[in-house]
């Protein structure tokens, strides 16, 4: 029995998914496709073929992973060596003390409108800057001699009236 009863129905599909499928590359439909029969029991959704196509071989991980990812990664963040540049963005965009400080309930789906808006952008065509790396400035100390220092302490006790 075919999934679409009557020619009406299946151009409506057919129009459907044309419109869903419009803003992405052939070659990442073929791939997403390959993909599908490897991964799919059933033939997927279009949301799941949407999907599919965001994930491709982009080195995009799956939302749930990258949401574990963000939370995880250590301070400071943009130091952190990320699967992609889109997981970082995602976290920046969803707040990192917001995710650190509320349950997965809560701060998950906020990180995945992030990460799926993101996401969109990138099948679209833009491409995201990788973080900027946090560098401290290299000032090669070298320590007080013993007549500046009580100078230092005797500045600091006269501040403090002491």
């Not at 390959?34 to 073929?49: D, N």
Request: proline share 8%; net charge positive; hydrophobic share 40%.
């Amino acid at each position: 029995m075919s999934a679409f009863p009557d020619v009406g129905t299946l151009t409506h599909a057919r129009q459907v998914w044309q419109k869903a499928l419009a803003n992405i590359s052939p070659d990442r439909i073929c791939r997403a496709a390959e993909r599908a029969i490897t991964v799919c029991e059933y033939l997927p959704t279009i949301h799941k073929f949407l999907q599919l196509c965001a994930e491709g071989d982009s080195g995009l991980p799956e939302p749930r992973a990258a949401y574990r990812e963000a939370c995880n990664a250590p301070s400071p963040k943009a130091n952190f060596k990320w699967s992609h540049p889109a997981v970082y963005h995602a976290g920046r965009a969803a707040d990192w003390f917001f995710l650190a400080n509320n349950p997965e309930a809560s701060a998950y789906p906020v990180f995945a409108a992030h990460y799926k808006k993101i996401c969109e952008r990138l099948m679209a065509g833009e491409s995201l800057p990788a973080p900027e790396q946090v560098q401290l400035e290299h000032q090669s100390a070298k320590p007080l001699s013993k007549a500046e220092n009580a100078k230092k302490l005797a500045e600091l006790r006269a501040q403090l009236e002491i």
